[in-house]
């Protein structure tokens, strides 16, 4: 079982940025890729960017791409997504998640994050 914690969430205004963090505990032994994913609201949850055990594949939705950065630290069991330029649409509960296989398929995704909120404003 991996436990993960999203924190860094809040009341951003546009253009504005925030860093999102997932810290990992249990048996975070095996070689996870770490994804996010958020859920915006009345809508369905999408994928935002996910990234290798190694670092070497990283994988991010087209819209963000530019803007947000997801990184990780294994020696901290830690994955980050730094978001920039934020914008109104990008308001979401943020979910970080952690898959054997995992790409931008949610259902590849073993553990999730409780999430956190992230609201933008215009």
């Known amino acids: 079982q991996v436990q993960l914690v999203e924190s860094g969430g809040g009341l951003v205004q546009a253009g504005g940025s925030l860093r999102l963090s997932c810290a990992a505990s249990?048996?975070?032994?095996?070689?996870?890729?770490m994804g996010w994913f958020r859920q915006p609201p009345g809508k369905v949850r999408e994928f935002v960017a996910a990234?290798?055990?190694?670092?070497?594949?990283?994988y991010i939705k087209n819209s963000v791409n530019g803007r947000f950065t997801i990184s990780r630290d294994n020696a901290k069991n830690t994955a980050y997504l730094q978001m920039n330029s934020l914008k109104p649409e990008d308001t979401a509960v943020y979910y970080c998640?952690?898959?054997?296989?995992?790409?931008?398929?949610?259902?590849?995704?073993?553990?999730w994050g409780q999430g956190t909120q992230v609201t933008v404003s215009s």
């Open positions: 998640a952690a898959s054997l296989t995992g790409s931008d398929d949610e259902g590849e995704y073993d553990y």
């Open positions: 249990g048996r975070t032994d095996n070689r996870y890729v």
């Open positions: 990234k290798t055990w190694s670092g070497r594949s990283t």
